[in-house]
């Protein structure tokens, strides 16, 4: 129950087109999803977060989608850059006090 | 730059060593995590203070212990030190708690030989 299922591994995108990364949970007391970007060699560093008050969350050319009924939420990187090409993490967490909960990881490549 | 620094950078040893490594939160951030992360893996979350307590405990081997300050650095120490052991270690720290943003230092890699 604790667990974020974090899909896919490794995702290759051209240059222009929309990255899309998927997170799982199964909490449903989980109430703060936040997405954090890991350039190769660097500590990661968030990038958008969201409550599950709103569906959809618009930060530049990043969003986060949420389906509460679902219990899924997703990252959209539209016209990906090879300057996106990074490990993304996705998190969850219950209220202030207790620990994110990491997703595996995705390592996105942004071909040129 | 997040504000947050470790040290050191590198740090090579031998197996059955014990090393430390030193995090230095940003200021007046209260909040101090320790991280570990192997090559091409997650993220695992070893342990959570907060304003010089123990607040949480993730996946935290026996052999590893930390502390944190008061003047609020911390210190993860890594004892009888196995290969497996080699990892990057990042430190984070946040204003309060866990979903308050986490800024993460540049890490140490660890290098067991």
């Known amino acids: 129950q604790q667990q974020v299922k974090q899909s896919p591994q490794s995702l290759i995108v051209q240059k222009g087109g929309i990255s899309i990364i998927n997170c799982a949970y199964e909490?449903?007391?989980?109430?703060?999803f936040p997405w954090y970007q890991q350039f190769p060699g660097k500590g990661p560093a968030l990038l958008i977060a969201?409550?599950?008050d709103v569906s959809e969350k618009k930060e530049g050319r990043f969003t986060i989608s949420f389906n509460k009924s679902a219990k899924q939420f997703s990252l959209h990187i539209m016209d990906s850059q090879p300057g996106d090409s990074a490990t993304y993490f996705c998190?969850?967490?219950?209220?202030?006090?207790?620990?994110?909960?990491w997703g595996a990881g995705t390592k996105l490549i942004i071909k040129p | 730059d997040s504000g947050v620094t470790q040290t050191p950078k590198h740090l090579i040893t031998a197996t059955g060593q014990r090393v430390t490594l030193r995090c230095s939160p940003r200021?007046?951030?209260?909040?101090v995590y320790w991280y570990q992360q192997s090559l091409d893996q997650g993220l695992q979350f070893l342990i959570h203070?907060?304003?010089?307590?123990?607040?949480a405990k993730g996946n935290i081997l026996e052999r590893f212990s930390a502390q944190q300050f008061p003047d609020l650095h911390s210190e993860l120490n890594l004892s009888s030190l196995e290969l497996g052991d080699s990892a990057l270690y990042f430190c984070?720290?946040?204003?309060?708690?866990?979903?308050?943003?986490?800024?993460f230092g540049p890490g140490t890699r660890l290098t067991v030989l």
């Open positions: 909490n449903t007391a989980f109430d703060y």
């Open positions: 203070y907060y304003n010089g307590e123990e607040r």
């Open positions: 998190a969850a967490s219950r209220e202030q006090g207790y620990q994110l909960i």
């Open positions: 200021s007046g951030d209260l909040s």
């Open positions: 984070a720290s946040s204003v309060g708690l866990f979903t308050d943003t986490q800024y």
């Open positions: 969201i409550r599950p």
